[in-house]
């Protein structure tokens, strides 16, 4: 490396740690909104408040959908944002403000049921999508905007990672726990909404407050439109396959997360089973997220993507075999699945800021809120289908609705239909996703990069020529 370049990349600032530290607090809330909702509001609507499967399915997908459009939309007004405070903090105290009252609210439990019930839903949910795009949007720009040194930029995604797992793990045990505290009534689904709330707040205003400190070392390039947008999208082939890959992925899991109280409580016979089970899939992400750094700078970003991607796959089709090999199998697979779900957490990310990284190089262009916008909105949509798709096999498969007081059996349709559904569907996405996956690859300004597809060393990580093919942990 020249001798010029190597001073040049020592010579950059450390971020405070606090406001690393900082940054990272706003996983609470990406990490619990992403988690919770995606978790028990299908079961909510369709064992809570007697919706029928197919309307509960479209209260959930359809106000996420609206992410398609808001989430760029958010990105280009930050972008041109000339609000005191910078271009992104003012949106962050924005989104603080608003979805923790309406998460609130999202799972009030009104003495409605049925149709209306689900308009209630419907309307809460559009609005805490929206209120949440304001947040996570400018909040996943701000790395690529806080220091320009890959190393430094690790070191946040890093805290951001971090807590991703926390929020995740915390929010995912006491969402179900609270809710079904004292049989599931709506109480408790009323009291597990105003926790999750706060969770929520202490997040975003976490990182609303500690990121005053941060600098402000480059600022994106807004598209003019959203059609402008998805034409950049379009143009950027390795933007475009891996955004492509970790949609199928992120719909594989949505799909999951939709089916996990549905599996607990059929599959397993305890609602309450759902708690031991998400600390199966949720446990191995705080403990394994340093193995997956370390394979990733052995074997390269793609390389242990690949790793991860096939252990998803494997995970779920063992999972399919629960009902006649027993419980055991079924949290052993669980287990298998949140060793891999810790990859595809920490790698797809890696792989986003390195493709950000060479676009940079590539066009000169600042176009980190764009690509952000989008990647979120997918994301966002994924997940959100992923519990429309499961409530669609619960509608064909015959599944019957119930309220809190009234429980009633499900045919035996129904039942394989949860298995099926939790398990084969997943590993299908799952395996769709590796074509994608296949063809993704990263230009450097002169060479393709390396680290990010073949097997190799680790780069030095304070070469800044180096900053598209790896990102220190």
Request: proline share 8%; net charge positive.
């Given at each position: ?18 406001v690393r530290i900082g940054y990272g607090l706003g996983s609470l809330c990406t990490g619990t909104f992403a988690t919770v909702p995606g978790l028990i509001l299908l079961y909510y609507l369709t064992n809570i408040l007697a919706v029928p499967a197919a309307v509960a399915g479209a209260a959930v997908f ?325 519990a429309g798709v499961f409530a669609l096999v619960l509608a064909v498969t015959g599944f019957r609705s119930s309220d809190a007081d009234h429980r009633v059996a499900q045919p035996e349709a129904a039942l394989t239909g949860i298995t099926a559904g939790m398990s084969l569907l997943p590993a299908v996405l799952a395996a769709a996703s590796l074509w994608l996956l296949h063809h993704y690859r990263v230009d450097g300004p002169e060479t393709a990069t390396t680290a990010s597809t073949h097997p190799g060393p680790a780069p030095d990580p304070s070469d800044p020529q180096q900053e598209v093919t790896h990102r220190?942990?």
């Amino acid at each position: 490396m020249p001798a010029d370049l190597r001073a040049d990349a020592e010579a950059l600032p450390h971020l405070p740690r606090r406001v690393r530290i900082g940054y990272g607090l706003g996983s609470l809330c990406t990490g619990t909104f992403a988690t919770v909702p995606g978790l028990i509001l299908l079961y909510y609507l369709t064992n809570i408040l007697a919706v029928p499967a197919a309307v509960a399915g479209a209260a959930v997908f359809l106000p996420k959908a609206w992410d398609v459009l808001i989430n760029p939309l958010v990105g280009a007004v930050s972008d041109r944002s000339r609000l005191r405070g910078g271009p992104r903090r003012p949106f962050l105290l924005v989104g603080a403000c608003t979805l923790p009252p309406l998460f609130a609210l999202l799972f009030a439990a009104p003495p409605l049921r049925g149709a209306a019930a689900a308009g209630y839903v419907a309307v809460l949910f559009l609005l805490a999508a929206t209120a949440y795009a304001v947040f996570q949007v400018p909040y996943v720009t701000m790395p690529a905007e806080m220091t320009e040194d890959p190393a430094e930029r690790g070191r946040i995604l890093g805290w951001r990672v971090g807590f991703l797992g926390v929020a995740i793990l915390l929010s995912g045990a006491l969402a179900p726990a609270v809710a079904h505290a004292g049989g599931g009534s709506p109480a408790s689904y009323r009291t597990m909404g105003v926790a999750v709330a706060v969770l929520l707040a202490v997040g975003m205003f976490g990182a609303w407050h500690t990121t005053r400190w941060a600098p402000a070392a480059a600022r994106s390039e807004a598209e003019p439109s959203l059609r402008a947008q998805l034409a950049a999208a379009r143009s950027h082939r390795p933007f475009a396959f891996l955004a492509g890959m970790w949609t199928l992925q992120a719909l594989a899991i949505g799909v999951m997360l939709a089916g996990v109280q549905y599996f607990a409580t059929y599959t397993l016979g305890s609602p309450t089973a759902v708690t031991p089970l998400f600390a199966c899939l949720i446990g191995p992400l705080v403990l394994v997220m340093p193995l997956w750094n370390r394979l990733s700078r052995r074997w390269g970003v793609k390389g242990a993507q690949w790793c991860a991607s096939l252990l998803f796959l494997a995970g779920a089709l063992l999972l399919a075999l629960t009902p006649a090999a027993g419980p055991a199998v079924g949290y052993g697979s669980v287990a298998v699945i949140g060793v891999a779900y810790a990859g595809l957490q920490l790698l797809p990310l890696t792989m986003l800021a390195d493709t950000l990284a060479a676009d940079v190089a590539r066009t000169g262009k600042r176009r980190a809120a764009t690509f952000t916008g989008l990647w979120t909105a997918a994301e966002t949509l994924a997940f959100a289908l992923g519990a429309g798709v499961f409530a669609l096999v619960l509608a064909v498969t015959g599944f019957r609705s119930s309220d809190a007081d009234h429980r009633v059996a499900q045919p035996e349709a129904a039942l394989t239909g949860i298995t099926a559904g939790m398990s084969l569907l997943p590993a299908v996405l799952a395996a769709a996703s590796l074509w994608l996956l296949h063809h993704y690859r990263v230009d450097g300004p002169e060479t393709a990069t390396t680290a990010s597809t073949h097997p190799g060393p680790a780069p030095d990580p304070s070469d800044p020529q180096q900053e598209v093919t790896h990102r220190a942990d």
